[in-house]
């Protein structure tokens, strides 16, 4: 199946919401205690702030569809926040990429993070992600796309302290 990548909209928040959910449920949700996982999900994938996300013109947000219109996955970018002393205010970020499981695979992946980088790099831009430490599967992606590991942070997901690798290239 062809899959499309587009640059979401306003219109596109409810659905946006609901696979920011799903995929993280689908990829961490077995983590974490019930009540810790429901109040991280409220707060990062809730209307809120996803609306703001898409309003905020320094971002850029892309959704992942079936020919049918089904979304599938999505990706978001900006200025970077990862607690780092290099980080700069013209730094970039690329903060989440998912897709479900049922759609992986066929490369869209790497066409999805290859749409963010297009928006994202500029002359002399450093470019960052954080990643879970024990995501193997996507730090061997992210290494293959010219990445390195240069620190780590602690992030919560409700009251439960994941350590997350700052990676960065450029």
Request: net charge negative.
């Amino acid at each position: 199946m062809s899959l499309i990548i587009r640059r979401a909209i306003t219109a596109d928040a409810d659905a946006l919401c609901a696979v920011g959910r799903d995929t993280f449920i689908e990829t961490f949700g077995h983590l974490y205690p019930a009540r810790d996982l429901t109040d991280y999900l409220a707060h990062a994938y809730g209307p809120a702030r996803i609306t703001s996300d898409l309003a905020d013109p320094d971002k850029a947000m892309w959704v992942v569809e079936t020919a049918d219109g089904a979304v599938v996955g999505y990706a978001l970018a900006g200025p970077c926040d990862l607690p780092h002393e290099e980080v700069t205010p013209g730094c970039g970020e690329l903060k989440r990429i998912y897709i479900l499981k049922a759609h992986q695979g066929g490369g869209v992946g790497s066409r999805l993070m290859k749409t963010v980088f297009d928006w994202l790099e500029r002359p002399g831009r450093r470019i960052w992600i954080g990643v879970w430490s024990e995501n193997f599967g996507a730090q061997r992606f992210y290494e293959r796309a010219g990445f390195a590991k240069v620190g780590e942070y602690i992030f919560l997901v409700g009251q439960t302290k994941d350590l997350e690798f700052i990676l960065s290239r450029g």
